[in-house]
């Protein structure tokens, strides 16, 4: 129903910045807006984790707790998703994809499992040297 392509990810040193996009091609009938939309990541061996997200509606973003203070998630209506990374750590390595979740779902604690979403990107490699 959602498919997602992103891009933006790169190699760059501990302490820079990278913005990562996500483009959205939406089905027949729906509309972008419709869907919340998350960043999550995947470091090697280790399970896919929850980034950050944002409502359907463009409300309060909800992120975890490693990354508040660094990471803004954002949205527009061109069925463009963003991830502006700040103050980057070399823990914060990762292969980063882009997700949509179910139409009209609120972003909680409550909704923000892999299971939740239910289209992803290809994912983007981030890579963080010290």
């Known amino acids: 129903q959602v498919q997602l392509v992103e891009s933006g990810g790169g190699l760059v040193q501990a302490g820079g910045s990278l913005r990562l996009s996500c483009a959205a091609s939406?089905?027949?009938?729906?509309?972008?807006?419709?869907?919340?939309m998350a960043w999550f990541r995947q470091a090697p061996g280790k399970e896919r984790e929850f980034v950050a997200g944002?409502?359907?509606?463009?409300?309060?973003p909800y992120y975890t707790d490693s990354v508040k203070g660094r990471f803004t998630i954002s949205r527009d209506n061109a069925k463009n998703t963003f991830l502006q990374m700040n103050s980057l750590k070399p823990e914060d390595t990762a292969v980063y994809y882009c997700?949509?979740?179910?139409?009209?779902?609120?972003?909680?604690?409550?909704?923000?499992?892999?299971?939740?979403?239910?289209?992803w990107g290809q994912g983007t490699q981030v890579t963080v040297s010290s």
């Open positions: 997700a949509a979740g179910r139409r009209f779902a609120t972003m909680s604690a409550s909704s923000i499992s892999v299971a939740d979403f239910g289209s």
């Open positions: 939406v089905a027949s009938g729906r509309t972008f807006t419709m869907y919340p």
């Open positions: 944002i409502s359907w509606n463009g409300g309060t």
